[in-house]
Nanobody
């Protein structure tokens, strides 16, 4: 059984930064591509960023490109989301997810395992 545990969420002012972490346990971490998704109140879950198994390839939603950076440390079984220049519209619950395909993609249905989520609130 694969378990994902997010941390690092919180309240930040617009223009500030946060770094989310997602610790993965249960199986070989390098089997998985990893993704971050978010869901704001009253909205559908949306793709934020993804990284392939090695960390060499990354993918971003247009809304976060240039502000957010996804990375992974395979020695620590952890994926990160560095979020800079945060905006009020970034307010959401952020979820990390693991895809048994190692390549990474933006389609939420492709992901096999999900964390419980961490709240990010950006005040104006």
């Amino acid at each position: 059984q694969v378990q994902l545990v997010e941390s690092g969420g919180g309240l930040v002012q617009a223009g500030g930064s946060l770094r989310l972490s997602c610790a993965v346990s249960g199986r070989t971490f390098t089997r998985y591509a990893m993704g971050w998704f978010r869901q704001a109140p009253g909205k559908e879950r949306e793709f934020v960023a993804a990284v392939n198994w090695s960390g060499a390839n990354t993918y971003y939603a247009d809304s976060v490109k240039g502000r957010f950076t996804i990375s992974r440390d395979n020695a620590k079984n952890t994926v990160y989301l560095q979020m800079n220049s945060l905006k009020p519209e970034d307010t959401a619950v952020y979820y990390c997810a693991a895809d048994e395909s190692p390549y990474g993609n933006s389609w939420s249905q492709a992901y096999d395992y999900w964390g419980q989520g961490t709240q990010v609130t950006v005040s104006s």
